[in-house]
């Protein structure tokens, strides 16, 4: 149960940040695959409108307690087919777990995915494979993340132009 104060601050921190500026957050789902970097089942995402960075706040509630923190740049976002785009970006990411296996690491990653915008561009669906690379606890710290998840996007004036969604 002391799990869900967590998740109640993920929701709260989410509604208190749409507020106040044009604004992404969602949520995504997933893991990591490799070895040394602790990854996290559940990530609370947010990016502020007209800025190419995305930030990430996760925490992984199974057995041990897992946290993870990412600050991505997205070079590119543009149409593939459709309404289906691609994006790709670099970042960084911090993961540390505790218990009776502890980890800790300092990441860089490449985000790679698609995403889609639908109604009128208020929800985004995405795919996401970062491979990472890492210094930590365990060597070697190398592996991809990877995410399924959305985003809702309330913006203060009309949208988000510095990657255009069409």
């Keep these: 149960m002391k799990k869900l104060p967590i998740i109640y601050l993920f929701v709260l921190l989410a509604i208190g940040s749409a507020n106040l500026f044009g604004f ?8 990591t695959l490799g070895s040394g970097i602790p990854g996290t089942n559940l990530m609370l995402q947010f990016k502020p409108d007209e800025s190419r960075f995305l930030f990430g706040l996760g925490a992984d509630f199974q ?12 070079f590119r ?16 990411y911090g993961g540390l777990r505790t ?6 690491v300092i990441a860089g990653r490449l985000p790679i995915g698609l995403n889609m915008y639908l109604l009128d561009n208020f929800l985004e ?11 930590g606890t365990k060597i070697p710290a190398i ?6 998840g959305f985003r809702l996007w309330f913006p203060e004036n009309t ?6 969604r069409e």
Excluded: C, H, M, R
């Design 63 to 74: 057995q041990d307690i897992a946290l993870g923190v990412s600050a991505d740049y997205w």
């Design 77 to 92: 976002n543009d149409p593939l087919v459709d309404i289906i785009q691609w994006y790709l970006g670099a970042g960084l």
């Design 159 to 164: 949208g988000f132009p510095a990657l255009k």
């Design 125 to 135: 669906l995405f795919l996401e494979a970062a491979p990472t690379v890492g210094v």
């Design 24 to 31: 992404g957050i969602g949520l995504s789902g997933g893991g």
């Design 99 to 104: 218990g009776s296996n502890p980890e800790f």
């Design 143 to 148: 592996g991809v993340q990877i995410g399924l």
